[in-house]
């Protein structure tokens, strides 16, 4: 159950199985979490990742939403009326192949619809630990209107959030010897001239 007097509202695409949201909200009881999956299992495993985190912080949930929802499909579900605040992408499909890209999370199609309901400055935090992806990604990100803000392709040698919080997926490619790549961009104004 979320409560009104809570100011942001941050989203997590592809929670999978929620350790990330789980840790993140109980760090933050002020701001709102709604924790995305498409797959019934994750939800179910998330659902116990929350209960576990919150029970070893002494507290109740109160601030972490689930919902099964297709992100590619996240316009026919969120609107310009809705206000998110930040977005989290971590560690979604690369989807290599190039006839399948425009199912990429970060692809440019997909940001166009985020920038729907992500307010003027918000931000997309995003990791990865696929280069192709990683790369694509920031030529995607500045199509669609996002300012880089920062970025690093190692990010546990050089961190730039304000804490990082290593999801599950990230402690898989980590214990192979793989590099994290990260980035934080955030929504500005088209140019005059690029408005269409
Ligand atoms: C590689 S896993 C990463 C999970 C988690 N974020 C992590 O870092 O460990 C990708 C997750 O995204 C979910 N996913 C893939 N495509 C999706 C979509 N179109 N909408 C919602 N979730 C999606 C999958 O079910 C899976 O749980």
């Known amino acids: 159950m979320l409560l009104n007097t809570k100011l942001q509202f941050i989203w997590s695409f592809g929670c999978g ?10 760090l933050n009881p002020n701001i709102n979490y709604i924790a995305v999956d498409l797959v019934d299992p994750m939800l179910g495993l998330s659902k116990r990742n929350i209960e576990k985190s919150y029970a070893e912080a002494g507290r109740e949930n109160n601030n972490i939403i689930l919902a099964r929802h297709d992100i590619e499909r996240i316009n026919f579900f969120m609107s310009k009326e809705d206000v998110v605040d930040r977005i989290y ?13 425009k ?6 199609k997909q940001l166009m619809l985020y920038r729907e309901f992500l307010k003027d400055g918000g931000e997309i935090y995003f990791k990865t630990d696929d280069d192709g992806l990683f790369n694509d990604s920031i030529k995607y990100f500045q199509e669609a209107g996002f300012e880089i803000l920062d970025m690093t392709y190692d990010l546990h040698e050089n961190n730039i959030f304000e804490v990082n ?3 599950e997926h990230e402690k898989m490619y980590t214990d192979e010897g793989k590099c994290i790549k990260a ?14």
């Not at 199985?17 to 109980?26: D, H, N, R, T, Y």
């Not at 980035?183 to 269409?196: A, F, G, M, T, V």
């Open 17 to 26: 199985k929620g350790s990330f949201i789980a840790k993140l909200a109980v």
């Open 89 to 101: 992408i971590n560690f979604c499909n690369p989807w290599p192949k190039p006839k399948h890209r």
């Open 103 to 108: 199912k990429r999370l970060t692809h440019t």
């Open 165 to 167: 919080i290593e999801t």
């Open 183 to 196: 980035l934080i961009c955030k929504k500005i104004q088209p140019k005059e001239d690029e408005r269409k």
